[in-house]
């Protein structure tokens, strides 16, 4: 038996995420290897022995594919929204000679767990079928410093029979901002919901027709955002999977080119930085066969080089 959707395992005495865990199993009275058969029908592909880690405590959830899974496992075990996921640990952080904090763990797991709680509202999962082949994100950036669009090539192949939607999903760390998302080529929106906590929005791709196993198709979207308040300082694309190629490219206002820059990549709880020079008012960088992990890029612009930030729509 699975819990329902009223809480009834008080964790409130707990003071680890392995204590928690276990607490949680030994009152729920399922074994993990049923606990990986509810996940799993939710989308989400943990095994056996990641669950007995994390109950033993020799490992925590770090990876964004475990991060994503807390709610459902939450849900399964019949515990309070978060109770799980507020005992996980922040990753070690690194700041930049500003202080500017490039990794907010607890940030990143709560939006996590909000896109999948509004993906499970479209009766969308994070594996619904299609895998990424490459992708090109191309993001352009104004004189104030703020977002000014992102536009997605991606080139999918079917992994299941019949598959004709995916979720897609934008959030942006400007609390005034509110995200939004639009169909360009080869593809439309569908249904849409909104989180009423974050600027974030998750969406309903809607591919040409059913596709065959094996089937290739490649499809365009903008992701935006109005009422900017901040510059927009870092982006990163995290993934599941591995995908073949991915082309990352920020442009920026000629009047507006950052002082300095720098690549980071997650591996688990593994972060690394590598300095980037600016050569133009464009970022450019390639990776082949990466995931699953983070990758992105972040900049920094001299004091009083960016315009003020007027209001938008």
């Given at each position: 038996m699975v819990a329902s959707d009223e809480a009834?395992?008080?964790l409130r005495s707990a003071t680890t995420f392995a204590h928690a865990f276990r607490e949680a199993t030994d009152q729920r009275g399922l074994s993990l290897e049923r606990i990986t058969y509810h996940l799993r029908r939710r989308g989400h592909d943990l095994s056996t022995a990641t669950l007995s880690y994390w109950r033993t405590g020799r490992s925590v959830p770090q990876r964004s594919t475990s991060i994503a899974a807390l709610g459902a496992l939450e849900e399964i075990l019949g515990v309070e929204r978060g109770s799980l996921a507020s005992l996980v640990p922040p990753r070690p952080t690194r700041l930049t000679g500003d202080g500017r904090n490039l990794v907010q763990a607890e940030r990143f797991i709560k939006r996590a767990e909000v896109i999948s709680q509004l993906m499970s509202e479209l009766g969308l999962n994070w594996d619904m079928g299609m895998e990424y082949l490459s992708v090109h994100d191309h993001m352009r950036i104004r004189r104030d410093g703020t977002l000014e669009g992102h536009l997605v090539t991606a080139?999918?192949?079917?992994?299941?029979e019949g598959v004709d939607r995916l979720p897609t999903w934008y959030g942006h760390d400007?609390?005034?901002a509110y995200p939004f998302i639009s169909a360009e080529n080869n593809c439309r929106i569908g249904q849409v919901v909104e989180s009423k906590d974050l600027p974030l929005v998750v969406a309903e791709l809607l591919l040409p027709r059913p596709m065959n196993v094996g089937e290739v198709v490649h499809i365009q979207y903008t992701n935006g955002a109005g009422g900017q308040t901040e510059p927009f300082l870092d982006w990163s694309r995290?993934?599941?999977?591995?995908?073949?190629?991915?082309?990352?490219?920020?442009?920026?206002?000629?009047?507006?080119?950052?002082v300095k820059a720098e690549e980071f990549v997650e591996i688990g709880q593994d972060r690394?930085?590598?300095p980037l020079p600016v050569i133009d008012h464009t970022l450019r960088r390639y990776r082949r066969d990466f995931g699953p992990g983070v990758w992105g890029l972040a900049w920094e612009w001299s004091p009083g080089t960016l315009a003020p930030i007027r209001n938008r729509p």
């Open positions: 009834d395992v008080d080139l999918m192949r079917a992994t299941r400007d609390p005034g995290g993934t599941v999977g591995t995908v073949r190629e991915s082309y990352l490219e920020v442009e920026f206002d000629p009047q507006a080119i950052p690394r930085t590598t």
